[in-house]
């Protein structure tokens, strides 16, 4: 998903709705390093909440052995951060990650 658009877009949901039925559908959030705390928790809520609104059906997490059910569920839509490139953080480590100016995100 786009991050400079805060919801999911005509085009997703009309995917979504022809597909949620067929396969499981995980929302996932790509370069959310990119946003504040604040800002993907409204990102998120927003997306949980057109995807009620049209009924689409996302995958459901099996129970665990512990009864520990909502801890996957509460992350949803899951926020991830990916990286394709070596760089060196704070502590001269090689790690996989994407540099800013304020520091390294190890992937």
Not at 6 to 23: E, G, P, S
Not at 34 to 39: P, Y
Not at 76 to 91: K, R
């Amino acid at each position: 998903m786009d991050l400079t658009v805060k919801y999911l877009t005509v085009y997703f949901v009309q995917a979504m709705i022809r597909l949620h039925d067929k396969v499981n559908i995980v929302p996932v959030i790509g370069k959310s390093d990119s946003c504040t705390k604040e800002e993907l928790n409204k990102f998120k809520t927003k997306i949980l909440s057109q995807l009620k609104e049209h009924s689409i059906n996302i995958y459901e997490f099996p129970a665990t052995e512990n009864n520990q059910v909502d801890w996957m569920r509460e992350r949803l839509p899951f926020a991830v951060v990916g990286s394709n490139t070596i760089v060196e953080d704070a502590e001269g480590r090689k790690v996989r990650g994407r540099e800013y100016p304020w520091g390294v995100v190890n992937i």
